[in-house]
């Protein structure tokens, strides 16, 4: 299954110079990177990039993140996919761009 991560253009540009990177800086002072599934992705692009433009969608295989990747309860009680490992850029089955457009943001077609 797919999980999905957004970035400010300045930590994907980051995690591309790195290789990896341990995320944003919330994910950094939380000690894992956070994650959203297709039916979460829409509410925490509303709560945390509000009003950004100028962000990256990233798609990972959940599979690929093995014992690293824990399930755990938060907004509302919801399953929310943590990453307790850095992110490599080897994990991303593809990235696009999240644009904002006037009504919110503009998902892939890929997530439904």
Sequence with gaps: MLIYKIFRAPEWAAMQAGGE???APVDRADGYVHFSTAAQLRETAAKWFAEEGNLHLLAVESDRLGPH???EPSRGGALFPHLYRP????????VKPLPL???GHVFPEEIA
């Design 69 to 71: 990747l824990k399930w």
């Design 101 to 103: 457009g006037p009504e």
């Design 21 to 23: 990177t341990l995320g």
């Design 87 to 94: 992110l490599r850029i080897g994990d991303v089955e593809w």
